[in-house]
């Protein structure tokens, strides 16, 4: 069966007998100045969708008929979902399609690089043009200056949205230099990323808020009360094992990666930066005695059921209404979502009596901030966490008072050695004092 090709797709039979498709715009519209350009697109799907009508061959034929139209004098069209090729919000849809998203921003923060997109193609301009309707050309650097200052005005008129307006600039810088990338011909030659340099507003960044020990098992112990137990389990994960909360959610920590090697460890899988750490659940004394080092946190686990291979799952029971139930019924098991979660800590923290801030993110936080109120070296911290920079590491721990009392301790501490090495040179009849220089008598 023939396969189905798009306009100008190209399939060619490589040294291994594996098949390869070509994006190839005849000659004929390249001597009319066509700078559509010829690219290999892979596999048939890549290439061309499941359908033959789809891929990214059908990216780089709307490229194509939005050239052909300017050539022929026709009137721009829409294409591909109502975005003109060759705008903002084409642009943004396209970043959207592009690896750099698909692969570098997870799922969790995709709706509020969505949201930014959007808001930020409804802008309006002093012609009460759409920004996401105009020209990428358009937007040179002076246009970036003056949507900056739109983006950190607030409905009163007020510039004060000061991390809208770095959030902004930063999402257009990075989708206008990964669509750059791609299509060059659709920016313009002499600035084509006009966002770089762009000038903000200094702001006093807000600190995250990290938790206590004490609160992170008043709350576990507190939600097992009350039937929460896969809240509890989560909250302990985060501060012990450092891991972040959606993938906590996520099924990243499983009963195959808990006690299941000799010394006994909890696997814990960091889904950001692709890291595992075997965290060791014992210690073995001189004499063979084996420790437990996390038996709080252990027996919060003890609690959970094995509802599948991750730790963290909720129990969906069949309806109570023997109407709605198929014979044998039983109970099943999902995923948390993060959302879902996300109210049942805070109903959870209400009923206990924590205060707002108390959020999985905080758990993580605090499990952070612990590591250096314990005065690990910065190598062993990041042992734990699997942080991959310095500077990530440093941004989780908090400036916390037990934090800065050790640090004031050691400084005193300094002073005062110096202080009585001093004193020491400085005592009379001490041989480490320099002699006065006289006279020899002669004699």
């Known amino acids: 069966m023939a396969l189905k090709l798009p ?38 799907v890549t290439a061309c969708g499941a359908d033959g009508e789809g891929g990214r061959a059908a990216v780089l034929n709307a490229l194509f008929d939005e050239w052909f139209d300017k050539m022929m004098g026709k009137p721009s069209k829409e294409t591909l979902g109502g975005a003109r090729v060759g705008t ?27 949201h ?8 309006l301009n002093k012609k009460g043009e759409r920004i996401g309707s105009l020209p990428i050309k358009s937007i040179s650097p002076r246009a970036a200056d003056l949507l900056y200052e739109k983006f950190i005005t607030n409905d009163k ?3 004060v949205l000061y991390r809208r307006g770095e959030k902004f600039v930063g999402l257009c810088r990075k989708a206008w230099r990964v669509v750059h990338r791609l299509y060059p011909q659709e920016f313009a030659k002499d600035v084509p990323n006009p966002w770089p340099g762009v000038t903000m507003k200094t702001r006093v960044k807000a600190t995250k808020h ?7 098992y008043i709350f576990a112990q507190g939600c097992v009360e009350r039937g929460e137990v896969g809240a509890a389990a989560a909250a302990v994960i985060c501060f012990e094992w450092l891991q972040r909360p959606e993938n906590v959610l996520a099924g990243h920590i499983k009963w195959t990666g808990y006690r299941q090697s000799i010394p006994p460890t909890i696997q814990i899988e960091h889904h950001k930066t692709g890291a595992r750490i075997d965290h060791p659940l014992e210690d073995v004394l001189d004499d063979g005695t084996a420790v437990q080092l996390y038996p709080e946190a252990e027996a919060i686990l003890a609690h959970l059921k094995r509802l599948g291979t991750p730790l963290i799952l909720r129990e969906v029971l069949p309806p109570s209404d023997k109407r709605y139930i198929r014979p044998g019924a039983k109970a099943t098991s999902k995923p948390y979502s993060f959302s879902g979660m996300q109210k049942i800590v805070q109903r959870m923290r209400k009923e206990i009596g924590l205060p707002p801030t108390f959020t999985l993110d905080a758990c993580r936080h605090g499990g ?40 004031t301790r050691k400084r005193r501490a300094h002073v ?28």
């Open 368 to 407: 952070m901030t612990e590591l250096e109120e314990a005065e690990l070296t910065e190598g062993q911290g990041r042992a734990l966490s699997a942080h991959r920079t310095r500077e990530s590491y440093a941004g989780y721990a908090k400036r916390t008072a037990p934090r800065i009392l050790a640090a």
């Open 416 to 443: 005062l050695a110096s202080q009585s090495e001093t004193d020491l040179q400085n005592a009379p009849g001490n041989e480490l004092q320099e002699k006065p220089r006289g006279r020899g008598i002669i004699g």
């Open 116 to 123: 930014s997109m959007q808001a930020i193609g409804d802008f």
């Open 157 to 159: 008129g007020e510039p």
């Open 210 to 216: 990290a938790v206590t020990r004490e609160q992170v």
């Open 7 to 44: 306009r100008y797709v190209l399939p060619k039979t490589l040294a291994g007998g594996r098949q390869a498709f070509y994006y190839t715009v005849p000659t004929k519209y390249r001597k009319l100045g066509c700078t559509i350009p010829n690219e290999p697109l892979g596999d048939y």
């Open 88 to 114: 903002v919000d084409w642009l943004f849809r396209e970043y959207k399609r592009s690896k750099a998203y698909l692969e570098k921003v997870s799922k969790r923060s995709r709706p509020g690089y969505e």
